[in-house]
C-alpha cells in the first residue's frame, strides 16, 4: 500500500450512555476512557510489522515501534485534527431519553466529552502518509467495533472504451464486536455481454465458519494473566509513548480554545464537526449497514 488515496477507520461506539459511572467518567471522558487503552491499541494492531515469533516480546517490540512513530499532536493539529461532543437528551422509539448532563453524579454544566473523533499518522515508512481516523463513544446509532482500510485505487484505468469510467477502491474490515469476522469489498464484472461493474462483498463471520462463539476480550484478558501471557498487555515503554504522545492531554489542553461541537442526539454518529475531519478531504465516515 502506499499513501494515495488510502486510509484506515477505526469505529469503536457504544449505544450505552454512561449509567452509575458519572463520578468517574466526569474526570475522565471520552479521551481518557478511550482512547489510549483501546482505540489507539486498535492502530498498533493494524499497523505493526509481523513479529518474528509469537513470543510476547517479539510481538510487543514491534507494537511499541508504531507508538514511537505516532505524530505527536501540536495546539493547531489539535483544533483542526479532533473534535470533541457529547451527548445529550433526545428520543428513541418515540420516548424520552436523558441527556448526560443528567446522569448521576455528572456536572449540569459539564463539558466532559462523550465522543470524540482524531486523525492521526505514523511516521514510519510503511505508513507515512496515510491517516488513521478515530471515533469513539457512548450513545452512538450502533454498537460496533471495527477496522475499515481503504485501499488505494489503481493508477490507471484499465477499461478504456467502455462504460467503466471510475474503478471503487477495495475494502478491508475487521468486525471485531458485535459480529467477529472479516469482509473484503471489491468490484466484479456483471454477467453479461456488456462490461459493467457491481460492488459485491465476501464475508466471514466467526461464530458462523467455525461454530463456536467468539471469547469477549475480557475473558482472553483474564486467561492470559492466569497463564501469565503478557503478550496483550502494555510494556512499561509502551505506556511511555503513549504519554509521550500526549494526544488526549493535547486536546484537553486545547479545548478551552476549541469550539465545543453541538450537543449530539441519540442514533448519530456523533456532531457534524466529525464530519469535516474526512469531507474537507472528500471523504467520508463509513457507515454499517
Not at 33 to 51: F, K, R
Request: charged share 20%.
Amino acid at each position: 500500500m502506499t499513501a494515495r488515496n488510502t486510509r484506515v477507520q477505526i469505529t469503536v461506539g457504544e449505544t450505552v450512555r454512561v449509567g452509575q459511572r458519572g463520578g468517574y467518567y466526569d474526570t475522565a471522558g471520552a479521551l481518557r476512557d478511550m482512547i489510549p487503552n483501546h482505540t489507539l491499541q486498535l492502530v498498533v494492531m493494524t499497523a505493526m510489522e509481523p513479529p518474528i515469533s509469537f513470543h510476547s516480546e517479539a510481538v510487543r517490540d514491534e507494537k511499541a515501534k508504531v507508538l514511537h512513530a505516532i505524530q505527536p499532536l501540536n495546539p493547531e493539529d489539535v483544533l483542526t485534527k479532533a473534535v470533541r461532543g457529547q451527548y445529550g437528551p433526545g428520543t428513541i422509539d418515540e420516548m424520552p431519553v436523558p441527556g448526560y448532563r443528567t446522569a448521576p453524579q455528572v456536572n449540569p454544566q459539564s463539558t466532559t466529552e462523550t465522543f470524540v473523533a482524531m486523525e492521526v499518522h505514523i511516521d514510519n515508512w510503511r505508513w507515512a502518509g496515510v491517516p488513521f481516523y478515530l471515533r469513539t463513544g457512548k450513545r452512538l446509532a450502533q454498537r460496533l467495533t471495527e477496522i475499515a482500510i481503504q485501499f488505494k485505487r489503481v493508477p490507471q484505468l484499465l477499461f478504456r472504451g467502455t462504460e467503466v469510467g471510475n474503478l471503487s477502491a477495495n475494502q478491508l474490515v475487521m468486525n471485531i464486536q458485535p459480529d467477529e469476522g472479516i469482509s473484503l469489498r471489491f468490484s466484479a464484472k456483471i454477467p453479461g455481454a456488456v462490461m459493467n461493474l457491481g460492488a459485491m462483498n465476501m464475508n466471514m463471520k466467526y461464530e458462523e465458519y467455525f461454530g463456536v462463539a467468539p471469547w469477549t476480550g475480557y475473558e482472553t484478558l483474564l486467561l492470559d494473566c492466569m497463564i501469565g501471557d503478557p503478550t496483550l498487555f502494555q510494556r512499561a515503554d509502551m505506556v511511555e509513548a503513549l504519554a509521550g504522545g500526549g494526544a488526549d492531554d493535547r486536546c484537553l489542553e486545547c479545548a478551552s480554545a476549541s469550539r465545543f461541537p453541538p450537543i449530539t442526539q441519540r442514533a448519530s454518529w456523533g456532531p457534524k464537526d466529525a464530519d469535516h475531519l474526512l469531507d474537507r478531504e472528500g471523504r467520508l465516515w463509513r457507515v454499517r449497514l
